[in-house]
């Protein structure tokens, strides 16, 4: 028994999301008493696997192969799955990013296990239970599952239980899965990224605008406070909807849920699909000229003004600092 943690890599590194799900099936493995190995996919450095330790993960299966070096949905659940088994794990863990929210419900079903997907807390096992809590209803209320599988699949938030050292020295060993060629029957053979700008999903800050910018011609001033302070940027659906700015930008109930650790809402009102992506951010600080702007009742911080004086007034005093 172990609880098997996946280790997405993004050209041979790992996000800080990859080390808060390792941190938090390694808390899982010392809630359950069992050990915490980890399956790592592509051709990923020794060096950067030996990281893996850092948080607990006492074993890493590292598949190296070209065919499988880029992510490719069905083939990685495949692997992940046979890794599962291989370790008799029965706490699979993984990060609900973009490829998580793909893979989850493939390796749940592959393994007949329960799935908890965007999990926020450890699972509580008072009373020979296993519930895990997530967010419902566009992050307006808590659900608790109980998972009664043998086998348990569960998606961690990004930013939802941070990240965690627990040193050990893992063994790095390596693993060839026996993929089907029908799992994979599309390969992705090279990934050209449009922008290296800060990837929204995964952000630990984020600066977002809405309509009140006026027009695509002043994001930027956005995009100059995103990069002082190491942000990414976001922004409301109407904007993304005229074009002013593109769809993956777009957060909210039909966009993107993200939980930053801070939100900065500019020219934005605060309308309930708009906040259903974005009010479990950690803290949030509004920008609105209208003082009476919903989005004011959930800010922790904010400021009643004009974007067009108060933007270039912070951007001036973080390039001061
Ligand atoms: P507006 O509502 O026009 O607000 C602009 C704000 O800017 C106002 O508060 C105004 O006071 C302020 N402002 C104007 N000028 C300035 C200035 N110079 N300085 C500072 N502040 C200024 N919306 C989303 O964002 N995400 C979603 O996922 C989403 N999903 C939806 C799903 C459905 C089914 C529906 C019906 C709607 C959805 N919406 C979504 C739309 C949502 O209801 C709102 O219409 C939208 O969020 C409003 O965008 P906004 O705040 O940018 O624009």
Redesign the pocket.
């Known amino acids: 028994m172990s609880v098997l943690v996946y280790v997405e890599q993004v050209d041979g590194k790992f996000k800080k999301s990859v080390f808060e799900a390792v941190s938090y099936a390694k808390a899982v493995a010392a809630q359950t008493g069992t050990n915490l190995s980890a399956v790592a996919i592509g051709n990923i450095a020794e060096n950067e696997l030996q990281e893996l330790g850092k948080y607990g993960a006492e074993k890493v299966l590292s598949v190296t192969s070209d065919e499988l070096k880029n992510f490719v949905n069905q083939a990685y659940a495949a692997v992940i799955t046979e890794a599962a088994q291989k370790e008799g794990a029965d706490v699979i863990v993984l990060s609900n990013s973009f490829s998580g929210k793909g893979l989850a419900p493939r390796i749940a079903v592959k393994l007949k296990a329960g799935l908890v997907d965007g999990a926020i807390e450890l699972p509580n096992l008072d009373g020979g239970k296993f519930l895990v809590k997530k967010n419902a209803f566009s992050g307006k209320a808590f659900a608790i599952t109980a998972l009664t599988s043998a086998v348990k699949v569960i998606a961690l938030n990004p930013n939802a239980f941070g990240v965690k050292e627990s040193p050990v020295t893992p063994v790095i060993e390596a693993f060839a899965p026996a993929v089907q060629s029908s799992d994979l029957a599309a390969i992705v053979k090279e990934i050209v990224r449009a922008t290296d700008k800060v990837s929204l999903p995964d952000a630990e800050l984020v600066v977002s605008a809405?309509?009140?910018l006026?027009g695509p011609e002043n994001w930027g001033m956005i995009e100059e406070l995103a990069g002082l302070l190491g942000a990414a940027t976001a922004c409301?659906?109407?904007?993304s909807d005229a074009d002013w700015r593109p769809h993956s930008e777009?957060?909210?109930?039909?966009?993107i849920a993200i939980s930053p650790n801070l939100y900065i809402a500019?020219?934005?009102?605060?309308?309930?699909?708009?906040l259903?992506?974005v009010s479990s951010s950690k803290v949030i600080v509004v920008?609105?000229?209208?003082p009476e702007?919903p989005?004011f009742k959930v800010a922790d911080y904010g400021i009643v003004?004009?974007?067009?004086e108060v933007v270039p007034k912070l951007i001036e005093a973080l390039k001061a600092h």
């Open positions: 809405g309509r009140g006026k409301s659906k109407p904007v777009h957060v909210g109930q039909t966009g500019i020219g934005i009102s605060g309308a309930i699909q708009h259903a992506g920008i609105n000229k209208d702007a989005f003004g004009d974007a067009f």
